[in-house]
């Protein structure tokens, strides 16, 4: 079945044959409907691994409230600033997807396994659905646009579907930066393995802490408070930006899609819900362009640029007088 998925040509291949303009546009459209993310064709089927994992992940996640100490509270805390802002914003969205500024080879690898750390697949999978989504945002194709439902936009699409981010060979035609990258090839294959070892050094440090003869309920705790709890709630702030900053929230700029500036998704995810600042200008590092838009993620970022491991930031001016994103 998933055979059909992989076009059988290949742009390389084809690009010198004599039609070469038709046969490349062809290939494209080819690669398009492949690549087709909206609803309408998943055909409703249940991703049982996924689903699985992620019910899995709450239930540690309401385990995890009855063994709260101050410590599993700091640990679950360092650990979703990692994930989530380091990871999954600074990291897979603005360096990643948009490339919106630079970073050496190894401090890109760093950050990428931080982006791991989040539950939300490899750099290919992420980078390639995103791109997707940046293409057809709210109309035919976007992976998770709540025209297809508020609960699709959220969870939905990464429950049932395809499961297409097994298909590295077929998203990295939009991600071919990274498929060319054996380190972010290995990477997407074992993304699930630096949570692991994270996982087990919690069991290790939780125990290590704790009193003689608490040494189980310590183990315990650390790891579903550093893992399962602060990853499940990294998940829903990653989903808001999918489901609430595409419904809700105020409009700076006249996007042809319906992205958002929403408060609350930017403080839970450190900036990524000045989404409709985002889908105007999607290659700035910045996203809260405002002074009093909180953007901790461009916080970090700058603060890269400071010690010389962050080149080439793109920041988008924000002019009062004139709030249409440039060349509208
Ligand atoms: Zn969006
Ligand atoms: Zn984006």
């Known amino acids: 079945m998933n055979q059909s998925l992989i076009p059988t040509e290949d742009i390389s291949q084809t690009s010198s044959s004599a039609q070469p303009i038709s046969v490349a546009a062809k290939t494209a459209k080819k690669v398009r409907e492949d690549l087709r993310m909206g609803r309408q064709y998943q055909q409703g089927r249940i991703n049982w691994i996924t689903a699985i994992a992620m019910g899995l992940f709450h239930v540690g996640a309401i385990a995890a409230l009855f063994f709260f100490s101050w410590t599993n509270l700091a640990v679950a805390m360092v650990m979703y600033f990692f994930a989530i802002n380091v990871g999954i ?33 490899g750099p290919i999978f992420w980078v390639a659905t995103h791109r997707v989504h940046h293409q057809f945002s709210d109309q035919e194709g976007d992976p998770h646009t709540p025209h297809d439902g508020t609960w699709w936009a959220h969870a939905g699409w990464i429950l049932s579907g395809r499961a297409l981010h097994s298909e590295t060979a077929l998203l990295g035609r939009y991600a071919p930066d990274l498929t060319r990258d054996p380190v972010h090839v290995w990477l997407s294959k074992y993304h699930w393995l630096p949570l692991t070892v994270a996982g087990f050094l919690q069991i290790a440090l939780g125990a290590a802490l704790a009193a003689p003869g608490h040494r189980i309920v310590g183990a315990v705790g ?87 491991l962050a080149q080439k930031v793109q920041v988008a001016q924000f002019d009062p007088a004139n709030p249409k994103p440039a060349g509208m």
């Open 89 to 121: 914003g600074m990291c897979y969205h603005r360096l990643l997807t948009h490339r919106g500024y630079k970073t050496p080879k190894w401090m890109e690898y760093f950050l990428t396994i931080c982006g791991t750390m989040a539950l939300e697949g």
């Open 222 to 308: 650390m790891v579903l408070w550093g893992t399962f709890l602060r990853t499940s709630l990294g998940l829903h702030a990653t989903w808001l930006v999918n489901s609430a900053t595409h419904l809700w929230g105020s409009r700076r700029f006249e996007t042809r899609d319906d992205s958002r500036n929403s408060l609350w998704v930017a403080l839970l995810t450190g900036g990524e819900g000045w989404h409709n600042n985002h889908h105007a200008h999607p290659v700035s590092a910045r996203h809260g362009l405002a002074w009093y838009e909180f953007d901790v993620n461009y916080y970090g970022i700058w603060f890269l640029s400071k010690i010389g």
